[in-house]
């Protein structure tokens, strides 16, 4: 999502072109059918979210398809809702579908940590594009040991360490002497954020939290307490570490209320639908998230837009990059669960914005971080990266 976002056209190039060389030596063998899996919240509240990412994959599998004619990828569909009760429901009959010898999400940090303990028992390696939450490769951390994904968890994104001080110096950047209020919607990925955001803060010369550990459920509907918080507290910016659909009624409120505090959220609200459903009272919310496919390399996604019919949304990149490596091993001849996760923990290679995706030894990438999106005229536009 920096300097290295050049490099995207060249690599995608290069990675058709080994494709399709693979292909000019097999083209009369015999179909070789594959089968990849999707989780993440595909109806729901989040679903802009899972189908997002859903099609980022898709359209990963049909480049590899168009440059592999003797190959096959069939990919199921797994929507947990972003809930991890539903996650903890669905997540069994994956773990025991043998077909599937690798999965790209879960999309959230909940629903990660509920399908854990089944995606371990089958040996179902997975790679998010977008959770967050650092326990899940931090042994120490965890507040549980079922926390911790490894053997078979990895990720393409940055963890919430380094998102919690980005949110909390874009939040605040050209304000004097900001009141800041933080709250968190009892998520496995919120709380965890809002500690972060909140330890940074306390490091910001100048900026004070006249808000702490408030938490309301993710199935409010009324904010006004919270609300009355903020104003008798003399918030002047407000910072929210749920999801976007939640954000988006309490944002409403909020204005509704007549504050003009600032509002900024983390990547559970960095969503175009964000903007959609706050609509007016939504404009200049400040939002940490990704790199769209689009900052990367505007060709790249007018090429989606032709093969999908629609344009790419949040943590596209991601989620091209994660079903990129499954099917580089595909191609590779890993073709069971046991070789696709040795595949993985070696893979060495660079991903559509120049980052290098290569794991260590708890599944994160090294490189990695999080930009600045500003809401303009119903729009997330990216102000760059957050350092």
């Known amino acids: 999502m920096n300097k290295k976002i050049k490099a995207s056209a060249a690599i995608v190039a290069a990675f058709a072109l080994s494709l399709g ?8 063998a015999a179909t070789k059918t594959y089968t990849l899996a999707y989780q993440g919240p595909l109806s729901g509240g989040e679903a802009s979210t899972g189908i997002d990412e859903q099609n980022g994959v898709k359209y990963a599998i049909k480049v590899f398809e168009a440059a592999n004619p003797g190959y096959k990828i069939n990919l199921v569909s797994v929507d947990d809702e972003g809930d991890p009760a539903v996650a903890s429901k669905v997540a069994p009959g994956v773990g025991t579908n043998r077909k599937i010898i690798g999965l790209v999400g879960p999309a ?23 959770a967050t939450r650092v326990s899940l490769t931090d042994p120490k951390s965890a507040t549980v040991k079922s926390d911790y994904g490894r053997p078979i968890f990895h990720r393409v994104v940055a963890t919430d360490d380094k ?8 939040a ?13 919607d009892q998520s496995s990925y919120a709380v965890p ?58 944002i409403k409120q909020l204005r509704d209320s007549g504050s003009t505090a600032v509002f900024a959220g983390g990547d559970g609200v960095f969503n175009q639908e964000f903007a959609k459903l706050a ?19 505007p060709k790249l996604e007018a090429d989606f837009k032709a093969k999908m019919g629609v344009s790419s949304g949040v943590y596209a990149v991601e989620s091209i990059d994660a079903a990129n490596i499954f099917l580089s091993g595909i191609l590779n001849g890993k073709t069971t669960r046991a070789a696709i996760n040795k595949w993985v923990k070696s893979y060495s290679g660079k991903g559509l914005g120049g980052t290098s995706l290569k ?29």
């Not at 998102?163 to 874009?170: E, I, S, V």
């Not at 609509?279 to 390399?297: C, F, I, M, P, Y």
């Open 21 to 28: 060389a693979f292909a000019a030596t097999s083209a009369s």
């Open 108 to 130: 959230y940090s909940g629903a990660t940590i509920a399908s854990l303990p089944y995606y371990k028992a089958g040996n179902l390696t997975v790679i998010s594009p977008s």
């Open 163 to 170: 998102q919690g001080p980005a949110l909390a110096k874009f």
């Open 172 to 184: 605040i950047k050209g304000l004097t002497a900001p009141k800041v209020f933080v709250f968190d």
């Open 193 to 250: 954020l809002r500690g972060y955001v909140e330890a940074a803060l306390k490091k910001i010369v100048g900026a004070s939290i006249v808000g702490s550990g408030d938490s309301v459920p993710n199935t409010t509907t009324d904010f006004s307490p919270t609300i009355a918080k903020i104003k008798t507290a003399g918030a002047t910016v407000v910072i929210y570490t749920g999801y976007y659909s939640q954000a988006a009624v309490f």
């Open 279 to 297: 609509g007016k009272s939504g404009e200049n919310a400040r939002l940490t998230g990704v790199a769209g496919l689009s900052d990367v390399d």
């Open 359 to 387: 794991f260590n030894q708890h599944g994160d990438i090294s490189e990695g971080g999080f930009a600045g999106f500003l809401v303009t005229g119903g729009k997330l536009v990216n102000q760059g990266a957050v350092v």
